[in-house]
């Protein structure tokens, strides 16, 4: 089994950033792929970024590509995301996901192992 725990969410104004923190525990494994959700209030949970694991290769949603950059440090088994020129809409429940395969995975079936969430609110 997989732990993921998030941190790094909080309060922030239109226009600022945050890093979020994503850190696996137990029978992890660092090449697992990695990816980040988030779900706003009333939607869907949809995808934001995700990362293969050797960390070589990213993809991002069109919506937060140019501002947010995923990265991972496979030796601290933890996975980042760098939230930049946050805009209101951003704001959600984020979620870190760990799936058991290599390459980069952009849909949330495909994810075995999600954590509990980190809560971004971007005032305007």
């Known amino acids: 089994q997989v732990q993921l725990g998030e941190s790094g969410g909080g309060l922030v104004q239109a226009g600022g950033s945050l890093r979020l923190s994503c850190a696996a525990s137990?029978?992890?494994?660092?090449?697992?792929?990695m990816g980040w959700f988030r779900q706003a209030p009333g939607k869907e949970r949809e995808f934001v970024a995700a990362?293969?694991?050797?960390?070589?290769?990213?993809r991002y949603a069109d919506s937060v590509k140019g501002r947010f950059t995923i990265s991972r440090d496979n030796a601290k088994n933890t996975v980042y995301l760098q939230l930049n020129s946050l805009k209101p809409e951003d704001t959600a429940v984020y979620y870190c996901?760990?799936?058991?395969?290599?390459?980069?995975?952009?849909?949330?079936?495909?994810?075995?192992?999600w954590g509990q969430g980190t809560q971004v609110t971007v005032s305007s």
């Open positions: 996901a760990a799936g058991r395969n290599t390459i980069v995975l952009v849909t949330a079936t495909r994810y075995n192992y």
């Open positions: 137990g029978r992890t494994s660092s090449n697992y792929a």
């Open positions: 990362i293969s694991g050797s960390g070589g290769v990213t």
